[in-house]
């Protein structure tokens, strides 16, 4: 029997006209995301909108983009902005570096990927045809590949499974659906699905490899880490 994400790689030349008309959610997308009382930052490329500040004082440092090529084009998956406590970021950098480098340099995005000072990305869905399992592949990959980047090559696929392997299939991802992944204090990762809790673990190694996705050498989105490391330098 065809996977899920076997099923989206065999789509026919309709299916093609479908990803092709996603460019005409954005604005259902961006209402989804963003609360517009609130002062946001639109990913340009999706329409997608984050509010600057949440709630529990973490701020909107950066937002990119995650693109997969399927059937030759690609595709925009999910808008993604990252939060993170400024102030303990702060306190953080000032300790390490005393004064801010003339940019953002690997030391610099090493210290926090190695912190567990708290940083949340928030992923909105812009692919109207992304199903659970898609995106719980998806991860076990990313973080997988991650975590062989951080060990030396040794792998640690049962860590890594840890993430989205509670969250079952009959979620219905749609546009405009939220998922939250934050690195708590004590290397705690949670993760949330449309506001429910699908797994909380501890784990240093699985905390540094998460972050490292966003802000390592091989970066989802590179404008995205840019982005994230001038943020870095402004708190000095």
Do not use: W
Not at 59 to 83: D, E, H, P, T
Not at 164 to 176: F, V, Y
């Amino acid at each position: 029997m065809a996977t899920p994400a076997e099923n989206v790689i065999a789509m026919d030349e309709k299916a093609k006209e479908k990803i092709n008309s996603e460019n005409g959610m954005k604005a259902d997308v961006g209402k989804a995301a963003g609360d517009c009382d609130q002062a946001v930052e639109i990913e340009p490329k999706t329409g997608v909108s984050f509010p600057v500040k949440l709630d529990d004082g973490k701020q909107l440092n950066s937002v990119g983009l995650r693109k997969k090529s399927m059937l030759g084009m690609g595709i925009k998956i999910y808008g993604f902005g990252m939060y993170a406590d400024n102030e303990k970021l702060k306190d953080l950098l000032k300790s390490k570096f005393g004064k801010a480098p003339e940019k953002p340099t690997k030391e610099l995005y090493q210290v926090v990927i190695d912190s567990d000072v708290e940083i949340m990305v928030r992923l909105v869905i812009v692919f109207s045809s992304l199903t659970m399992s898609m995106v719980r592949k998806n991860f076990d990959e990313g973080l997988g590949a991650s975590i062989k980047k951080l060990t030396g090559g040794k792998k640690n696929d049962e860590l890594a499974n840890k993430v989205m392997g509670q969250a079952s299939d009959d979620i219905k991802l749609t546009p405009g659906s939220i998922i939250e992944i934050s690195r708590l204090p004590g290397y705690v990762l949670q993760t949330t699905v449309m506001g429910d809790v699908i797994s909380k673990v501890e784990s240093e190694l699985l905390c540094r490899a998460y972050v490292h996705m966003y802000l390592g050498d091989d970066a989802l989105d590179k404008d995205a880490k840019d982005k994230f490391g001038i943020s870095l330098l402004s708190l000095f």
